[in-house]
Every structure is written in structure tokens, then in C-alpha cells.
């Protein structure tokens, strides 16, 4: 009998046991799934997620792997107990609500809605928008959800500039690729995860690279924006707008300059989130690999840190 530990905390297994009981079955798997710890060393499989109280992994001797609810793995990755295969999320769900958000904020300043939404002097501004496809967008991050997201903005006739760690076909890559994906972006969307080199990746330099009046969406991780080389391109027009879904600090304190500034839009971290019943197919799929002793799925890089 393969034992799964539910160590993500109470108030995700009220949402996750349900459905986790349910993709196990639908697996096949012959498994007993725990929100309470049995003997450690007889774990086969951890449900886990940052905010967890588990943080020390060290009884967990027959663990075969930890599996994160959480697509980002930045507060985990560097946690020296963990030594088990770590496997982030990646739930098509979760894709969705992406692909939903960063279309949804890429048409709102594409057309320039707020015009119209926000017209208190009734002024008939009859500018019309150009066409998606003279709006180019750069997509910092092609992983899982960035590339989703660029498949839907290309769908749209925008042309999508993708950037990314590694050589990918039709990709810029390095610090070259990205001088050339941020210089003529309109756009910017950031779908990297947080790591030492991702950290204050947008920092003024790289932020005085784009066009006047370009417009940033964040849903990555607050980290990569230098947040006062962001407030002095907005402060100055040279950022148009900035859409944030993540911050440093979450929640955003309520004195944060971001709240009252007239060029950003501060969304609390609502851009994707994980799915109780495609995410525990996610997890159920893993399980069975494991057993099988085929390759786990979304395994993370801790060298890379994502
Ligand atoms: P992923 O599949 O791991 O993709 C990450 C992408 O970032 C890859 O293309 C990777 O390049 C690229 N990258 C990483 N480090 C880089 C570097 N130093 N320079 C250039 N490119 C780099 O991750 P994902 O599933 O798409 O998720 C991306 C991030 O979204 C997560 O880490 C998380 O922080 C965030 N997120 C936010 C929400 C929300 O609600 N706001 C929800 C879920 C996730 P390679 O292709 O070369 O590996």
C-alpha cells in the first residue's frame, strides 16, 4: 500500500482531499492518503506547499518524492533537508487562468479601455487603436505558462517576442536576446520564475531599453521588477502603465507607493491558481510514475532553482 502524506496544511486538505482521493482511485492506485503525519519513514509520497508546517524533511528517509501544489518553488528549492525529487505544479487549469488574465490586461491597454471606462468629462475621443498585430509583446519566460500565453496573444495577430534561459526554437535566449525582446516590446509580459539571476531583472537600465509608454504586466514574481527603477520610469512617462499581480511583500502594505500610483493597476495575486481536481490528476500521475519507476513529471532544477 503506497502511503501519501498531505503535508500542504488544513485548509488546502478540506479543498484537496476530496479530489486527491478521487484521481488516486481513478490512477489505479492501491494508496492511503493522510493529512496527519504516520511514521515518517513509511511516507512514500509528500503533498506539499510553502506554507506548510512541515520544513524539515529529514525523517522522511523512504520519501520518493515531494510533490509541490504550488507552480512557484522559490521558498522551497532552497530548503537543504529536502533532498527527495522535488516536482513543481503545472495544471492545465491553472494555464487557463493565466493565459485568461495575460490576455484579458493585454487587450485592456492594447484598446486603451480605460478611456472609455473612465470618461467623466464625456470627451468623444475617436482615436482608434492599432491592430494587435502592430503591438508587439515581449514574453520574459516561455516555460509552461508563458508559451500558453504567447500562443494566445499570437492568436490574436500580436506579435510575441518569447525570451527564455536556454536556447528554444523561435526564442531570443541571454542578455543579447533580451536587449533585442525588450527594445521595440509595447508590452512586456514576465512569466520567469524567482531566482538569483532573475532577481531585479527589470531594473532601470533594462527598463530605459523600452519604447515611451510601454506597459508592463507582472504575474510572475514581484522580485524581478526593481521596484524604484519601475516608480521613476512611471513617475516619468517612460512606462505607460504597470499591471502587478505580485509583490515582494504579500499582501501589498498598504502604504506601498503601488496603491495610489495613477499608472499601475495592483491585482492581489489572483492572475492563476491551482485547480483541486486537475491539479490532484497532476499529483495522482506522478504517484503512478513513481511506482512505475518512469521519470517524474515537472521534477525541479535545483541548480537552476525553478
Ligand atoms: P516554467 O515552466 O519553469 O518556465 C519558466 C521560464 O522562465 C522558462 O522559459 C525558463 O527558461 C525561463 N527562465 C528561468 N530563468 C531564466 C533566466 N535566468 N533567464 C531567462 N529565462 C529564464 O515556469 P511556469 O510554470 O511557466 O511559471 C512561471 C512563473 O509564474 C512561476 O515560477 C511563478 O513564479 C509564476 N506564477 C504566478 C502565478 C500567479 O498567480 N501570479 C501562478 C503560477 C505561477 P528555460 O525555458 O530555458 O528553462
Redesign the pocket.
Same mark, same amino acid.
Request: no cysteine.
Given at each position: 500500500m503506497t502511503q501519501v502524506y498531505f503535508a500542504a496544511g488544513r485548509a488546502l486538505w478540506a479543498e484537496y482531499g476530496g479530489p486527491l482521493q478521487t484521481a488516486l482511485a481513478e490512477a489505479g492506485l492501491d494508496a492511503t492518503l493522510t493529512d496527519t503525519c504516520p511514521d515518517p519513514a513509511a511516507v512514500d509520497y509528500i503533498i506539499y506547499a510553502p506554507s506548510s508546517p512541515l520544513q524539515d524533511f529529514t525523517p522522511f528517509t523512504g520519501t520518493k518524492a515531494v510533490l509541490s501544489l504550488w507552480?512557484?518553488v522559490e521558498r522551497i528549492v532552497g530548503n537543504i533537508t529536502l533532498t527527495q525529487p522535488l516536482c513543481r505544479m503545472?495544471d492545465p487549469a491553472?494555464t487557463m487562468g493565466?493565459v485568461e488574465w495575460v490576455v484579458g490586461h493585454t487587450l485592456r491597454h492594447h484598446l486603451g479601455m480605460d478611456r472609455h471606462i473612465i470618461n467623466p468629462g464625456h470627451r468623444w475621443d475617436n482615436t482608434c487603436p492599432p491592430l494587435a498585430r502592430d503591438r508587439p509583446v515581449a514574453m =520574459? &519566460?516561455?516555460?509552461? =505558462? &508563458?508559451s500558453a500565453c504567447a500562443d494566445a496573444l499570437r492568436a490574436l495577430n500580436f506579435p510575441v517576442t518569447g525570451?527564455?534561459?536556454?536556447p528554444?526554437p523561435g526564442c531570443l535566449?541571454g542578455t543579447d536576446g533580451l536587449t533585442t525582446a525588450l527594445h521595440t516590446a509595447q508590452i512586456v509580459v514576465t512569466?520567469?520564475?524567482?531566482?538569483p539571476?532573475?532577481e531585479n531583472l527589470l531594473n532601470a537600465a533594462r527598463l530605459a531599453l523600452l519604447p515611451r509608454g510601454a506597459v508592463i504586466l507582472n504575474?510572475?514574481?514581484g522580485a524581478i521588477i526593481d521596484d524604484d527603477a519601475l516608480l521613476g520610469a512611471l513617475n516619468t512617462g517612460h512606462i505607460g502603465h504597470a499591471t502587478l499581480?505580485?509583490f515582494r511583500t504579500e499582501p501589498l502594505p498598504q502604504d506601498h507607493p503601488y496603491w495610489s500610483h495613477p499608472r499601475v493597476t495592483v491585482t492581489p495575486?489572483?492572475?492563476?491558481?491551482t485547480r483541486p481536481a486537475s491539479a490532484a490528476r497532476v499529483i495522482a500521475e506522478n504517484i503512478r510514475r513513481g511506482q512505475a519507476g518512469e521519470p517524474f513529471l515537472h521534477r525541479v532544477d535545483r541548480t537552476?532553482g525553478?
Open positions: 507552480a512557484g503545472v491553472l493565466m =520574459l &519566460g516561455m516555460g509552461a =505558462l &508563458g525570451w527564455s534561459r536556454s528554444r535566449h512569466l520567469l520564475p524567482k531566482t539571476e532573475t504575474p510572475g514574481r499581480d505580485v495575486h489572483i492572475a492563476a491558481d537552476r525553478y
